[in-house]
């Protein structure tokens, strides 16, 4: 014999049980006992709505197929194609900065990339390769995208809104539970400077580049030096007739990863001495074959680089030794690839402190700043005109192209009205501090997970197996929810409370707290850190 559970205390600070809305604090309306005619435990039926096929997204649909039974799975995706947003970033440079044997699932391993640090390319096909192989095209739904969430506290239910992209039309669909895979570098903007639309020559942004654009024998402008500004300058200066540079703010640009690991005398020195790489850091035929045939080899080589990985964390700790080292260490290799050029120092080498905006390998891009053929600008832009850029000065720098390589929305604030329990997430997050609990649950949103929401850890390394614990934390919520007849589930106030203490006071210890304009700070130089998790990978992984 079963009944319903209406105000159990889920572990991990989840409160379950419906909360009706309007009622007393301590009130809670109790539906009428019935005897469920089931075995105790017996799973009930849940229907999940998935928001994104990215890493994320196909990951979570791995899981919950191998750990749910008597569910079933829709996922929404905006895109043509899976692959997120390395299938939506294709300027040329683009790579991933973290090394590619790492930026895999643990549960498909790929001894073949071709670079220390994988292009774009590779990962979208690693990725269009694990949803073939897995059949998981059955569950998706490109060309949708989610317009709406509305929480009905009675029904115990998610209704939405969704539009097919393709025909224009919406429909309605209904949850138990919502997972957002959406993703955070994923929703890209202009940069808010008057007049942009003015601009009469071709007008980019580097995650929206269009197939056909030819920047050959052009004057071009890359306005931005984040990541992949710092990716695009030397990718495209061989071919360009001039290039115009705008840099806002200096940034620290590390040694090449294999270089600092070498110079560091870290655990991977010994084994990285061993490989066949060339200067260009290509993993030879040969070596691509050792990996394959050997598994012992390959299993030592990833299990190293993923040691060193986790060890970089000290780097960004205030004050210690590791990061005054590592500090001196990056303004001498700056500067000897600026060629001591006083007037590039001044505008690359930052005085904040390192690793307060994100560190990323460069590998020929300071050497492009020394170019001829470019010119770094740090003057202020006044507006756009139709022949170009107007700068503060009242200059006109005239241009073909203007290239924006100036990053995403990440505001945390959801796309799409989400209404729970308190209202529209949407207008919460507009006032006040996003706030969630462990990055993947919302106070006061029932049965809404998300997957590198706020204060995730995005830049701890590689995504993809912090994904798989997310997932594995997801899966067991829903699984308990189902074999305990939980009707609704989400974090406590309290619990969030506590992370939110923990973030406040732990991130004044390190360098993302700093002073300087961060994405990890929604954009702003000073204010809380709403995009990292308050402690490093190991810790997260084992919370």
Request: net charge positive.
């Amino acid at each position: 014999m079963t009944r319903r559970k209406v105000t159990l205390y889920a572990s991990n600070h989840f409160l379950a049980g419906p909360k009706v809305a309007n009622t007393k604090p301590n009130h809670i309306e109790r539906e009428p006992y019935t005897v469920v005619e089931q075995p105790l435990g017996t799973a009930k039926h849940v229907r999940i709505v998935g928001i994104g096929a990215g890493a994320s997204g196909l990951n979570m649909i791995r899981t919950l197929r191998r750990n749910l039974k008597n569910y079933e799975h829709v996922v929404y995706e905006k895109n043509s194609k899976v692959g997120g947003t390395w299938f939506e970033n294709r300027y040329p440079g683009c790579r991933c900065d973290v090394p590619s044997h790492n930026y895999q699932f643990s549960w498909r391993p790929n001894p073949e990339w071709s670079n220390f640090f994988s292009p774009a390319e590779e990962i979208e096909k690693y990725l269009d390769r694990i949803c073939e192989e897995e059949h998981m095209a059955d569950v998706i739904k490109t060309r949708h995208r989610v317009t709406g969430a509305w929480w009905d506290e009675s029904r115990g239910l998610w209704d939405l809104s969704v539009q097919n992209l393709e025909t224009g039309e919406g429909f309605r669909d209904h949850a138990n539970f919502i997972i957002d895979a959406s993703g955070i570098l994923n929703n890209w903007k202009w940069p808010d400077i008057p007049n942009l639309e003015s601009f009469q020559g071709e007008l980019i942004h580097t995650a929206n580049w269009p197939k056909d654009f030819d920047y050959a024998n052009k004057t071009v402008a890359v306005i931005g030096n984040g990541s992949s500004g710092i990716q695009v300058v030397p990718a495209i200066l061989p071919a360009v007739k001039r290039l115009y540079h705008f840099i806002r703010t200096p940034t620290w640009i590390l040694p090449p990863r294999i270089m600092a690991m070498m110079m560091m005398d870290t655990p991977a020195k010994s084994v990285l001495s061993q490989l066949g790489l060339d200067k260009k850091e290509n993993f030879s035929a040969a070596q691509i074959e050792k990996f394959k045939n050997d598994p012992d080899l390959y299993k030592k080589f990833v299990k190293t680089i993923e040691l060193d990985l986790n060890s970089a964390f000290a780097v960004l700790l205030n004050g210690g030794r590791v990061h005054q080292f590592a500090t001196a260490k990056v303004i001498e290799w700056m500067t000897a690839c600026l060629g001591g050029d006083e007037k590039l120092c001044k505008a690359l080498i930052p005085t904040y402190p390192l690793g307060c905006r994100r560190m990323t390998p460069a590998p020929g891009y300071l050497e492009a700043l020394r170019s001829p053929t470019t010119e770094v600008i740090t003057e202020g832009i006044a507006g756009i005109v139709k022949e170009g850029i107007q700068l503060e000065s009242g200059e006109i720098i005239k241009l073909d192209a203007i290239i924006c390589a100036t990053g995403f929305d990440t505001s945390f604030t959801p796309r799409f009205p989400l209404v729970g329990r308190d209202g529209n997430v949407q207008d919460k997050f507009r006032r006040e501090t996003p706030r969630s609990y462990m990055s993947c649950a919302l106070s006061g949103v029932p049965n809404y997970f998300t997957i590198m929401g706020p204060n995730a850890p995005i830049g701890h390394g590689s995504v993809f197996t912090l994904t798989e614990h997310i997932a594995r934390y997801i899966t067991r919520a829903i699984h308990k929810c189902q074999v305990e007849g939980i009707k609704a589930l989400c974090p406590s106030d309290a619990a969030v409370a506590d992370f939110s203490e923990h973030i406040a006071a732990f991130m004044p210890r390190t360098s993302w707290a700093a002073s300087c304009s961060s994405w990890f700070k929604g954009g702003k130089a000073d204010g809380p850190v709403t995009a990292l998790h308050p402690g490093s990978r190991i810790h997260f992984s084992i919370c």
